[in-house]
């Protein structure tokens, strides 16, 4: 190897490297969806189809929500989804193929005031829990994991609805909230999966020209 060849070979991985160790998401998107079917890794795909992220490659990453990232809308987010693109996410799943027998994912989201400070995001699955149970127990989660983050004193046996009024009284709490996808099994024993999703946006994707993104 030359070396203008070294240089250039040298120079290359390290901007490559930076890339990946400086990349922050500037921007999130919630979705979930639902999929059916005799297979398994088929009913996954049916549920990334209904919520509209089955043209990425998808690595799941764990429960920091970035200083500074702004959430926009499902039908804004999808346009930034170049088909084969690695894409980043919190993701919670859960599937069954057992008869009537209700499962749900959800990914919870707690926003401190300071935008400079980070969030959490959590992801729960769960059997015999409704939309609005297993999201709570989500959106619990994520506000717990920022409470002991910012110093919040609070009693860990009080109820969520109680806790919720604590962190926001502490002048230190925006939001918590939560997207959760729930289902029952299918009555013929097909495969019924579903999943919730926390899709990030790097600062360098440029939306995409498509008319066919689903809603």
């Not at 890339?19 to 088929?42: A, E, I, S």
């Not at 962190?167 to 230190?172: D, I, L, M, T």
Request: hydrophobic fraction near 40%; glycine fraction near 6%; proline fraction near 4%.
């Amino acid at each position: 190897m030359s070396y203008p060849q070294f240089v250039f070979l040298f120079y290359f991985e390290t901007m490559v490297l930076l890339y990946f160790l400086y990349m922050v998401p500037q921007k999130v998107f919630f979705t979930k969806g639902v999929g059916r079917h005799k297979d398994y890794l088929q009913s996954f795909e049916l549920a990334l189809r209904d919520a509209g992220i089955e043209t990425q490659n998808l690595v799941t990453v764990s429960s920091i929500f970035p200083p500074g990232c702004k959430r926009i809308s499902k039908e804004e987010g999808v346009k930034y989804m170049k088909p084969g693109s690695v894409r980043f996410c919190v993701m919670s799943r859960n599937a069954t193929n057992e008869p009537n027998r209700l499962i749900a994912a959800a990914v919870g989201l707690a926003i401190p005031k300071d935008s400079n400070q980070y969030g959490y995001l959590s992801e729960h699955h769960s059997f015999g829990e409704t939309d609005d149970k297993a999201g709570e127990y989500a959106e619990d989660l994520a506000a717990t994991m920022l409470a002991t983050t910012l110093g919040i004193e609070f009693d860990p046996n009080h109820a969520w609805d109680e806790r919720e009024k604590e962190y926001k009284a502490s002048g230190k709490f925006i939001t918590a909230t939560n997207i959760t996808q729930s289902a029952q099994g299918n009555k013929d024993g097909l495969w019924t999966t579903v999943l919730a999703a926390a899709v990030f946006v790097m600062e360098n994707d440029s939306p995409i020209n498509t008319l066919n993104f689903k809603k």
